[in-house]
């Protein structure tokens, strides 16, 4: 089978029982790789009623049929799970080279089940598999971990590992890999399920080479894109200034949030632009088959917040959460916060929305300072964050209660803190403001694993952008509503077979849209899917993942925003005062959708689509 190797591994962790499963043409036409291969593994296999930190549940590692090749940003892989933060379905995407080094090592995919009776490391070489004692390493941070692992494994390996956030189980903890850099499977708290398998790292690598349907058709595009991606614009733009350059511009349009979501402005971008992050930034980083290099490594060689030394440097998301939205203006200090969230394995962005959240109730008088441990979290005190973050990382004191996400902390604080958790379906928002655009209204309303601005991907075409791949000739008015909830379905359509190919999202603004994406998919597996077909596959890819949240209870009732987001007004004047119409747009993208009016996909849709 061209672009695969055919094969999956199960591995219990409890017995150390080991089995390859098989991985059909069939099964993998319909759910490509990464995150949809991963959707039906775990509607499979992970019954709704499992505890997310239970042994029932599973982890899930895909590789899609990019990784391994020469394909453009093709390294990323998809880690899938049910969620600890939200309870229902959970996916985290990661890039650098981990992708491939699991190809390489002869696999697909893994399925992890099962809780290992002590800290263990999974070593995948060449298609075979063994379980380590990792005794020595657990309670290391993830930078130890990786240099023990690199020192222990050599070169041609990569690995997969947590830190003590996960270990502790905090509920928004992150899968961290390439070293220093820190690429990370941040979002919905898989790094939380790992620790509780006791499951430390998967380490990967060998010479297992995956066949290509059209070797030398694939190489004819490989060279045609290889000179089109690293010209465009938006390519050079992000090489000049990484993701940190949409700073000022989202802060100019009403995108950045800002004392947790409740300004307009931020007085401080000057502080965390990226024009600030190039004062601390020593080289570009690439993920694997990467052309543009958009990853930063910042180094402070001295004062509050000097770093260990050169490491990964905070991405837009980071700047704007551990920034902006604490009223922190200085990127020194953001860094070093990027660097302990890193080290601990914590996502950034539940992170600096947990720091929000407590920072409003302190200010508002619903948590005391000695509720705090005694820390003064008030706003824009960097040191008081990392202090904060610190107790997150190691769950010690009021680190406890803030390392399980908004949702628990509002409910153990009381009605009045719930005003402040900015969170869909227990997924903290991530730092774009759907009061600037109305389709990240229904877009963070029905991702599939909660707010997520990923999962439609199409607010930067609500402005600036075109996409007549999309139908989108020309940049969208990012206030409207008519024709959202259609373009929204779409995206998230797009976006779903984006997630399970495994390759960066980034790519589709240098010129890799949905018609080189379906040729080159063509030419690495030979499936025959058109352009409709192709996006059809992403259509089922997205309710198959509808369809596991409703046998979890999702229904029309958790498709909201929260309410800061849905009715505060920030300032005066037209923009300022947009509201996003989220409910006006439901009814009209369920229909689309094939969905009831609860939100449920009915029979006649899951027959369309072959899904049960």
Same mark, same amino acid.
């Given at each position: 089978?061209?672009?695969?190797?055919?094969?999956?591994?199960?591995?219990?962790?409890?017995?150390?029982?080991?089995?390859?499963?098989?991985?059909?043409?069939?099964?993998?036409?319909?759910?490509?790789?990464?995150?949809?291969?991963? +959707?039906?593994?775990?509607?499979?296999?992970?019954?709704?009623? +499992?505890?997310?930190?239970?042994?029932?549940?599973?982890?899930?590692?895909?590789?899609?049929?990019?990784?391994?090749?020469?394909?453009?940003?093709?390294?990323?892989? @998809?880690?899938?799970?049910?969620?600890?933060?939200?309870?229902?379905?959970?996916?985290?995407?990661?890039?650098?080279?981990?992708?491939?080094?699991?190809?390489?090592?002869?696999?697909?995919?893994?399925?992890?089940?099962?809780?290992?009776?002590?800290?263990?490391?999974?070593?995948?070489?060449?298609?075979?598999?063994?379980?380590?004692?990792?005794?020595?390493?657990?309670?290391?941070?993830?930078?130890?971990? @990786?240099?023990?692992?690199?020192?222990?494994?050599?070169?041609?390996?990569?690995?997969?590992?947590?830190?003590?956030?996960?270990?502790?189980?905090?509920?928004?903890?992150?899968?961290?890999?390439?070293?220093?850099?820190?690429?990370?499977?941040?979002?919905?708290?898989?790094?939380?399920?790992?620790?509780?398998?006791?499951?430390?790292?998967?380490?990967?690598?060998?010479? @297992?080479?995956?066949?290509?349907?059209?070797?030398?058709?694939?190489? +004819?595009?490989?060279?045609?894109?290889?000179?089109?991606?690293?010209?465009?614009?938006?390519?050079?733009?992000?090489?000049?200034?990484?993701?940190?350059?949409?700073?000022?511009?989202?802060?100019?349009?009403?995108?950045?949030?800002?004392?947790?979501?409740?300004?307009?402005?931020?007085?401080?971008?000057?502080?965390?632009?990226?024009? +600030?992050?190039?004062?601390?930034?020593?080289?570009?980083?690439?993920?694997?088959?990467?052309?543009?290099?958009?990853?930063?490594?910042?180094?402070?060689?001295?004062?509050?917040?000097?770093?260990?030394?050169?490491?990964?440097?905070?991405?837009?998301?980071?700047?704007?959460?551990?920034?902006?939205?604490?009223?922190?203006?200085?990127?020194?200090?953001?860094?070093?916060?990027?660097?302990?969230?890193?080290?601990?394995?914590?996502?950034?962005?539940?992170?600096?929305?947990?720091?929000?959240?407590?920072?409003?109730?302190?200010?508002?008088?619903?948590?005391?300072?000695?509720?705090?441990?005694?820390?003064?979290?008030?706003?824009?005190?960097?040191?008081?964050?990392?202090?904060?973050?610190?107790?997150?990382?190691?769950? @010690?004191?009021?680190?406890?209660?803030?390392?399980?996400?908004?949702?628990?902390?509002?409910?153990?604080?009381?009605?009045?803190?719930?005003?402040?958790?900015?969170?869909?379906?227990?997924?903290?928002?991530?730092?774009?403001?759907?009061?600037?655009?109305?389709?990240?209204?229904?877009?963070?309303?029905?991702?599939?694993?909660?707010?997520?601005?990923?999962?439609?991907?199409?607010?930067?075409?609500?402005?600036?952008?075109?996409?007549?791949?999309?139908?989108?000739?020309?940049?969208?008015?990012?206030?409207?509503?008519?024709?959202?909830?259609?373009?929204?379905?779409?995206?998230?359509?797009?976006?779903?077979?984006?997630?399970?190919?495994?390759?960066?999202?980034?790519?589709?603004?240098?010129?890799?849209?949905?018609?080189?994406?379906?040729?080159?998919?063509?030419?690495?597996?030979?499936?025959?899917?058109?352009?409709?077909?192709?996006?059809?596959?992403?259509?089922?890819?997205?309710?198959?993942?509808?369809?596991?949240?409703?046998?979890?209870?999702?229904?029309?009732?958790?498709?909201?925003?929260?309410?800061?987001?849905?009715?505060?007004?920030?300032?005066?004047?037209?923009?300022?005062?947009?509201?996003?119409?989220?409910?006006?747009?439901?009814?009209?993208?369920?229909?689309?959708?094939?969905?009831?009016?609860?939100?449920?996909?009915?029979?006649?849709?899951?027959?369309?689509?072959?899904?049960?």
């Amino acid at each position: 089978m061209h672009g695969y190797h055919g094969k999956v591994l199960l591995v219990d962790l409890g017995s150390g029982r080991m089995e390859e499963l098989p991985l059909g043409r069939d099964t993998a036409r319909a759910f490509i790789g990464g995150s949809g291969l991963g +959707a039906h593994c775990l509607h499979e296999r992970v019954p709704a009623t +499992a505890e997310p930190l239970g042994e029932s549940n599973a982890l899930i590692f895909m590789a899609g049929p990019f990784a391994g090749t020469k394909a453009f940003s093709g390294d990323r892989f @998809q880690v899938v799970s049910k969620s600890p933060l939200t309870g229902v379905y959970g996916e985290a995407s990661c890039g650098g080279r981990w992708g491939s080094a699991l190809r390489s090592a002869g696999y697909d995919g893994l399925v992890l089940t099962g809780t290992a009776e002590r800290p263990v490391i999974l070593c995948l070489e060449d298609g075979n598999a063994s379980l380590e004692d990792a005794g020595d390493l657990w309670g290391q941070d993830t930078f130890a971990t @990786q240099e023990a692992l690199s020192t222990r494994f050599g070169k041609g390996f990569e690995a997969a590992c947590i830190g003590p956030a996960g270990e502790k189980l905090v509920r928004y903890a992150a899968i961290q890999t390439s070293g220093v850099h820190s690429r990370m499977a941040a979002r919905a708290g898989l790094g939380a399920v790992m620790g509780a398998k006791r499951l430390k790292a998967v380490v990967a690598g060998g010479d @297992q080479k995956v066949s290509l349907a059209d070797p030398e058709g694939f190489l +004819a595009f490989w060279r045609e894109f290889s000179k089109q991606v690293p010209a465009t614009f938006d390519a050079k733009d992000m090489r000049d200034n990484g993701t940190a350059g949409t700073a000022r511009y989202c802060d100019l349009v009403g995108d950045l949030p800002v004392r947790n979501w409740t300004g307009r402005r931020f007085p401080g971008i000057d502080g965390i632009s990226a024009e +600030a992050l190039k004062a601390i930034n020593v080289r570009r980083y690439y993920c694997g088959g990467c052309l543009v290099g958009c990853g930063r490594t910042v180094d402070i060689p001295d004062g509050p917040f000097a770093t260990s030394g050169p490491v990964g440097g905070p991405e837009y998301e980071t700047i704007a959460m551990l920034g902006s939205n604490l009223l922190v203006g200085d990127i020194r200090a953001v860094a070093k916060a990027n660097e302990l969230c890193n080290r601990y394995g914590l996502d950034t962005i539940s992170a600096g929305s947990v720091l929000g959240m407590a920072m409003e109730c302190y200010e508002r008088g619903i948590v005391t300072r000695a509720d705090l441990d005694g820390v003064d979290l008030t706003w824009g005190n960097a040191e008081a964050v990392l202090e904060v973050l610190h107790r997150i990382g190691r769950r @010690q004191g009021i680190g406890e209660l803030l390392g399980e996400g908004t949702r628990r902390i509002a409910e153990a604080w009381g009605p009045p803190a719930a005003e402040f958790a900015v969170h869909v379906k227990g997924l903290e928002a991530p730092a774009h403001d759907p009061r600037a655009k109305s389709s990240l209204a229904l877009a963070y309303a029905t991702s599939n694993r909660g707010a997520c601005h990923l999962q439609a991907f199409g607010y930067d075409f609500e402005h600036l952008c075109r996409f007549p791949d999309m139908g989108v000739p020309e940049p969208l008015d990012r206030f409207a509503v008519e024709g959202k909830p259609a373009y929204v379905a779409r995206m998230e359509n797009l976006m779903s077979m984006l997630d399970s190919l495994c390759c960066c999202k980034f790519m589709l603004f240098c010129s890799l849209t949905v018609g080189p994406l379906v040729r080159e998919l063509e030419l690495i597996t030979g499936f025959g899917l058109d352009r409709e077909e192709f996006l059809k596959t992403g259509e089922r890819i997205f309710n198959l993942k509808r369809l596991y949240n409703v046998k979890c209870g999702v229904s029309r009732i958790h498709d909201v925003l929260p309410p800061r987001l849905l009715t505060l007004r920030r300032g005066s004047g037209e923009e300022q005062d947009r509201l996003p119409p989220a409910g006006a747009m439901l009814e009209e993208y369920y229909r689309l959708r094939g969905w009831d009016e609860i939100g449920h996909p009915t029979s006649a849709k899951l027959a369309e689509l072959g899904l049960r």
